[in-house]
């Protein structure tokens, strides 16, 4: 799927961007989340569509998560990207403006990694590689605020386990 990202530096530089590919959907995916819209959900599939699932069936029977078959919105922050954001019934990862899920690199970019960084191995490796890690930006505003000399210990009453890690 052709998908257009920003390739151009403020200086006019060109750069490759890696781990842009939208994942595969479904024929059935693809009627889903053509159906809902920007900041939309399940709720919003109509039922000939519904009808066709039984885990979206389901959901419209017990009332679930609001963020299940989800759609992005540009104007809001996005929700917590989780390992399972190629798959449109496991959160709010459709694509706000086009009919598909986020790619690797969109996600990456919702935790804060910078478009240089590369994520390697399988698609469903680098899926958990984004879904898992601490957003880069937050690991470094926690850094900066611990004191310089502060530790915890965290293996104490361990036998000694931490005495190699001072």
Not at 43 to 72: E, V
Not at 123 to 143: D, E, F, T, W
């Amino acid at each position: 799927m052709a998908i257009e990202l920003e390739t151009e530096t403020a200086d006019g530089d060109d750069f490759v961007v890696y781990n842009h590919v939208a994942p595969p959907l479904s024929e059935l995916d693809m009627q889903v989340i053509k159906s809902v819209p920007p900041g939309g959900n399940w709720a919003d599939i109509p039922l000939s569509i519904a009808q066709k699932s039984k885990r979206i069936m389901q959901i419209r029977k017990s009332g679930g998560r609001t963020t299940y078959y989800g759609r992005l919105r540009n104007d809001l922050p996005s929700y917590t990207v989780s390992t399972y954001f190629y798959r449109p019934g496991n959160g709010s990862f459709v694509h706000p403006e086009q009919d598909r899920m986020i790619s690797v690199r969109e996600a990456a970019r919702l935790q804060s990694f910078f478009d240089e960084h590369r994520f390697l191995g399988p698609a469903s490796s680098q899926y958990k590689q984004v879904g898992n890690a601490v957003p880069p930006l937050l690991g470094r505003a926690v850094g900066v605020t611990i004191p310089s000399g502060f530790a915890v210990d965290l293996f104490c009453g361990a036998g000694g386990l931490s005495h190699g890690l001072r």
